[in-house]
C-alpha cells in the first residue's frame, strides 16, 4: 500500500507538470483546422505495429486505446509506463521545401487491478498539437502604390491534453468490457498581424483569437477472446470501442489592439458556455496470435466530423476512416538461454483519410512503421522501440505535403505487489 500511495504522489505531480510544459510539437498548416493535429495515441509497442489496438490484449502492457483491455494483467501485478517521441518533417510547397524536427512526452500511464475480474487505469497523454506559421504581402496594386507592401501573418499555437480513468470488467466467460472518462484540457491560440510599411499613417494590428477548453467526455471498449488448437496455444481475439459524441465545453476571447509607441486595445470580446463538437468515433479490429510468438491484426476506425461545429460554424473538415495492420514477432518468449529469442520484431502499416478537405482535396495520410521491444533479464519489465516514416497532403493547388519520420522510446514496468514476504 506505501508503494501504491507513493507512486500516485509522483504521478499526480508529474501531470501537474505536464499540463504546463508542452512545446510546439508541430510546425504543420493544416494544425490550424478542427481541433489541430490529432495525435497518434497507441503506445510504443501498439506504435509499432501500425498503431492496431482494439484486439491487443496485452498482460504486460497498457492499452488505453481499448479500455476493456485493463483486466489483461495478474491479479498481483502493477505497470507503468511511460514514453517519449520525436519527429522530423519536411514541408514542401512547389519547389520550396523547410524541415523542423519536434521531441516531446508522448504519453505516461499506470494499470493495476482491483479484484481479480476488475482492473483500472489511468494516465495522460497530448490529444492535438496546434502550430503554424503563414506569412503573406499584399497583391493589390492600389494598395501597393499608395500605402506600400503590407505583410499578413497568421500564427498559431497550442494544444489539447487528455487525462483519464478507466475501469475493465470480466464478464461472461471469454468476455471483457470496460470504460474510459477523459478529462480534456487546453487552449489554442490563433493569431493574425497587419503589419504596414514604416513611415505610413497606419497602424499596425494585433488580433488574437484564445479558446480554451475544459471537459468530459466518455469511451466505452469490449474484447472477445477464443482460445484454439488442441491444446489452446492459439488465440484470436476481436475488439470494439465507441468513442461517444461530445460537446467539449470551451470559451473564446478576442482581443485586438494596435500599436503606436504604445498597445491599444480596439476589441475585447470574451465568450463563455460555448462548445466544439466531437463526433462519435467507432473503431474495431482483431488479432491473431500462433503460439504466443506470432501476432498479426487488424483495425479500421470511422469517426465524421462533417457537421462537428465550432461555437457554431462549421470548419473545412470531412469524414475520417483509418485502416491499420501490423504484426509481432518473438523467436521464443521464454528462451533462458538466448536473449535474442526473447526480443519482440514488430512492423506495420496505416492508412489514413484524415478530417481535412480543403479546397476540395481530401488530405491523406499512409504511412509504415517498425520497432522492437527489448526485456529486461529476469523481469517483465521491458524497453521499447517504434519508429516510421509518412507522408501526408498534396503538393499541389497551394497545398502542402508533408514527408515525416518519427522514432519513440517507452519503457513499461512491471512489477508484482501485494505478496506477502515469507522469511525462514
Known amino acids: 500500500m506505501n508503494r501504491i500511495l507513493t507512486l500516485t504522489a509522483l504521478f499526480s505531480l508529474f501531470l501537474a507538470h505536464s499540463s504546463f510544459s508542452q512545446g510546439i510539437n508541430t510546425y504543420s498548416p493544416y494544425s490550424r483546422y478542427g481541433l489541430g493535429d490529432l495525435r497518434e495515441r497507441a503506445n510504443t509497442q501498439n506504435r509499432a505495429m501500425g498503431g492496431i489496438a482494439q484486439g491487443v490484449y496485452n498482460p504486460y502492457a497498457i492499452n488505453n486505446l481499448n479500455p476493456a483491455?485493463?483486466?489483461?494483467?495478474?491479479?498481483?501485478?502493477?505497470?507503468?509506463?511511460?514514453?517519449?517521441?520525436?519527429?522530423g518533417t519536411y514541408y514542401n510547397l512547389g519547389n520550396q521545401s523547410l524541415y523542423n524536427p519536434t521531441a516531446n512526452f508522448h504519453h505516461i500511464a499506470v494499470q493495476f487491478p482491483l479484484t481479480k475480474w476488475w482492473g483500472a487505469s489511468l494516465g495522460i497523454q497530448p490529444y492535438s498539437d496546434l502550430g503554424y506559421k503563414l506569412r503573406f504581402v499584399e497583391t493589390n496594386p492600389y494598395l501597393l502604390a499608395h500605402i506600400g507592401a503590407i505583410k499578413y501573418y497568421h500564427y498559431g499555437?497550442?494544444?489539447?491534453s487528455q487525462a483519464y480513468i478507466g475501469n475493465a470488467f470480466k464478464t461472461i466467460k471469454n468476455l471483457s468490457?470496460?470504460?474510459?472518462?477523459?478529462?480534456?484540457?487546453?487552449?489554442?491560440?490563433y493569431h493574425s498581424d497587419v503589419l504596414f510599411p514604416s513611415g505610413s499613417s497606419y497602424n499596425n494590428v494585433y488580433r488574437v483569437n484564445s479558446v480554451s477548453i475544459r471537459s468530459l467526455a466518455?469511451?466505452?471498449?469490449?474484447?472477445?477472446?477464443?482460445?484454439?488448437?488442441?491444446e489452446k496455444e492459439h488465440r484470436l481475439i476481436f475488439g470494439f470501442t465507441l468513442d461517444n459524441e461530445t460537446s467539449l465545453a470551451a470559451e473564446r476571447v478576442l482581443h485586438a489592439s494596435t500599436y503606436s509607441?504604445?498597445?491599444?486595445?480596439?476589441?475585447?470580446?470574451?465568450?463563455?458556455?460555448?462548445?466544439?463538437?466531437?463526433?462519435?468515433?467507432?473503431?474495431?479490429?482483431?488479432?491473431?496470435?500462433?503460439?504466443?510468438?506470432?501476432?498479426?491484426?487488424?483495425?479500421?476506425s470511422y469517426q465524421d466530423w462533417t457537421n462537428a461545429r465550432f461555437f457554431e460554424n462549421t470548419?473545412?473538415?470531412?469524414?475520417?476512416?483509418t485502416f491499420r495492420v501490423g504484426l509481432e514477432y518473438t523467436p521464443n518468449p521464454n528462451d533462458l538461454k538466448s536473449y535474442l529469442n526473447r526480443i519482440s520484431?514488430?512492423?506495420?502499416?496505416?492508412?489514413?483519410?484524415?478530417?481535412?478537405?480543403?479546397?476540395?482535396?481530401?488530405?491523406?495520410?499512409?504511412?509504415i512503421t517498425f520497432g522492437i521491444g527489448l526485456p529486461l533479464r529476469r523481469t517483465n519489465t521491458s524497453f521499447n522501440i517504434s519508429g516510421g516514416f509518412g507522408t501526408r497532403g498534396v503538393n499541389k493547388n497551394?497545398?502542402?505535403?508533408?514527408?515525416?519520420g518519427f522514432v519513440g522510446i517507452g519503457i513499461t514496468f512491471y512489477d508484482v505487489w501485494f505478496v506477502k514476504r515469507k522469511y525462514n
Do not use: C
Open 218 to 230: 466518455y469511451s466505452f471498449g469490449a474484447q472477445y477472446k477464443l482460445d484454439l488448437g488442441a
Open 261 to 300: 509607441g504604445m498597445y491599444d486595445t480596439i476589441q475585447y470580446v470574451h465568450t463563455k458556455n460555448k462548445s466544439i463538437d466531437m463526433p462519435s468515433n467507432y473503431s474495431g479490429g482483431f488479432t491473431f496470435t500462433y503460439k504466443k510468438r506470432l501476432t498479426v491484426g487488424a483495425d479500421y
Open 157 to 160: 499555437q497550442g494544444g489539447l
Open 69 to 87: 483491455t485493463y483486466v489483461a494483467q495478474d491479479s498481483m501485478s502493477f505497470i507503468l509506463d511511460f514514453g517519449l517521441e520525436a519527429s
Open 177 to 189: 468490457v470496460g470504460f474510459n472518462l477523459s478529462y480534456f484540457f487546453g487552449s489554442l491560440d
Open 345 to 367: 520484431y514488430r512492423v506495420g502499416l496505416y492508412k489514413s483519410q484524415t478530417y481535412l478537405k480543403i479546397g476540395g482535396e481530401n488530405i491523406v495520410d499512409n504511412g
Open 315 to 321: 470548419d473545412s473538415l470531412t469524414a475520417s476512416s
Open 398 to 404: 497551394g497545398l502542402i505535403k508533408e514527408n515525416y
